[in-house]
């Protein structure tokens, strides 16, 4: 059974940093894509990146790139979503996800099968 634990959300100041991490059990992180969502209030689930199990290649929502990025330890199996230039807008709370497919990283949250409580992120401006 695979479960996913996310851990390191908190409360930071516009323009802060902060680290995100995933717990993976039950499935192997070196051959599986994982992928990062977000939920803020009264919004739908949103697409925020994605890394490839066997490459670590990566791909991000244009929201995020060049501020947001997806890494991995295979040896952990752990995986890590590091915000930097946070906004108030990323507030969210944030969701770890393994696809229904091993190699599918795309946005559609449909496509992921197993999603993990989730870790609130706040934003104060």
């Known amino acids: 059974q695979v479960q996913l634990a996310e851990s390191g959300g908190g409360l930071v100041q516009a323009g802060g940093s902060l680290r995100v991490s995933c717990a993976v059990s039950g499935r192997s992180i070196s051959t599986s894509a994982m992928g990062w969502f977000r939920q803020a209030p009264g919004k739908e689930r949103e697409f925020v990146a994605a890394?490839?199990?066997?490459?670590?290649?990566?791909y991000y929502s244009a929201t995020v790139k060049g501020r947001f990025t997806i890494s991995k330890d295979n040896a952990r199996n752990l995986v890590y979503l590091e915000m930097h230039s946070l906004m108030p807008e990323d507030k969210a709370v944030y969701f770890c996800?393994?696809?229904?497919?091993?190699?599918?990283?795309?946005?559609?949250?449909?496509?992921?099968?197993?999603w993990g409580p989730g870790t609130q992120g706040t934003v104060s401006s």
């Open positions: 890394i490839i199990g066997d490459n670590d290649g990566t």
């Open positions: 996800a393994a696809p229904s497919r091993y190699n599918y990283t795309g946005p559609s949250a449909a496509r992921y099968a197993i």
